[in-house]
DNA sequence: GGCCAGGACACCA
DNA sequence: TGGTGTCATGGC
């Protein structure tokens, strides 16, 4: 199976996603930050706190004392690191963009990912979670979920590493950002769901056991 | 009480 | 370049 047939294998089973879930650019690259390592049900308790403390803006973040946007985000964990990285960031679009992540996601798409990954804290998956959901531009995420997949299915061993893994993603697809956006979310709606034996069910999925609702995952495994 | 979750970084060899 | 320790909460 190569990734485009997996695409319409998982879109014709969960359908249209919606994906990411934020209300804003600024959220997402927010969420974003926020979900490192972390369930997303954290991140929604943190990004709460934040928005109920109206501080959900750059200006705000750009502008908090550290301990005060910790205290905050605690529920997602890692707080002070992410306190950090959130700051730092919000400070960067202030200076350097007047606080702008319109101008920021002018940047051809690959300057603005070194700009990205030259932050603090934000790392390849962060970067590219932002630069596909909150910029539209088109850039694959590789995630926890999207390297399981790979593993178990496997699309293509040899990708081992996040760099290998997206340009084995992208060289297979068109280079859409709607596809991306959509196929990355259907990977971890179909992660998180396919399976309700945790840890990834290595075992039940090898033998077929493991289903969801009426997808047979012997179809994919 | 233990394991896990939509990573990133410092440090080391 | 790759391996390891660290950061930390909340759900199950």
Same mark, same amino acid.
């Given at each position: 199976?190569?990734?485009?047939?997996?695409?319409?294998?998982?879109?014709?089973?969960?359908?249209?996603?919606?994906?990411?879930?934020?209300?804003?650019? &600024?959220?997402?690259?927010?969420?974003?930050?926020?979900?490192?390592?972390?369930?997303?049900?954290?991140?929604? %308790?943190?990004?709460?706190?934040?928005?109920?403390? #109206?501080?959900?803006?750059?200006? #705000?973040?750009?502008?908090?004392?550290?301990?005060?946007?910790?205290?905050?985000?605690?529920?997602?964990?890692?707080?002070?690191?992410?306190?950090?990285?959130?700051?730092?960031?919000?400070?960067?679009?202030?200076?350097?963009?007047?606080?702008?992540?319109?101008?920021?996601?002018?940047? !051809?798409?690959?300057?603005?990912?070194?700009?990205?990954?030259?932050? $603090?804290?934000?790392?390849?998956?962060?970067?590219?979670?932002?630069?596909?959901?909150?910029?539209?531009? !088109?850039? =694959?995420?590789?995630?926890?979920?999207?390297?399981?997949?790979?593993?178990?299915?496997?699309?293509?061993? %040899?990708?081992?590493?996040?760099?290998?893994?997206?340009? =084995?993603?992208?060289?297979?697809?068109?280079?859409? !950002?709607?596809?991306?956006?959509? &196929? $990355?979310?259907?990977?971890?709606? $179909?992660?998180?769901?396919?399976?309700?034996?945790?840890?990834?069910?290595?075992?039940?999925?090898?033998?077929?056991?493991?289903? &969801?609702?009426?997808?047979?995952? #012997?179809? =994919?495994?």
């Amino acid at each position: 199976m190569n990734p485009l047939q997996l695409c319409k294998k998982l879109y014709a089973n969960y359908k249209s996603q919606s994906w990411w879930p934020a209300n804003s650019g &600024f959220e997402v690259c927010v969420g974003a930050i926020l979900t490192q390592n972390t369930a997303w049900n954290n991140v929604e %308790k943190a990004v709460a706190n934040l928005k109920k403390a #109206k501080m959900l803006s750059c200006e #705000k973040l750009a502008d908090s004392k550290l301990e005060k946007i910790a205290r905050l985000i605690k529920p997602s964990g890692y707080y002070n690191q992410k306190a950090k990285s959130l700051k730092l960031f919000c400070q960067y679009v202030q200076k350097n963009y007047k606080g702008s992540l319109q101008r920021l996601f002018s940047l !051809p798409v690959l300057a603005l990912r070194k700009e990205l990954l030259s932050l $603090h804290g934000i790392g390849n998956e962060t970067a590219d979670s932002i630069i596909l959901y909150a910029a539209g531009k !088109p850039m =694959f995420v590789i995630d926890a979920y999207t390297k399981r997949l790979n593993e178990r299915l496997p699309l293509n061993p %040899k990708a081992e590493t996040y760099a290998r893994l997206q340009a =084995f993603f992208q060289s297979a697809l068109p280079k859409s !950002p709607r596809l991306y956006n959509e &196929f $990355h979310a259907l990977v971890v709606r $179909h992660c998180k769901e396919a399976c309700r034996k945790k840890p990834l069910c290595r075992k039940c999925f090898l033998k077929g056991e493991c289903e &969801f609702g009426k997808i047979s995952l #012997k179809a =994919f495994y």
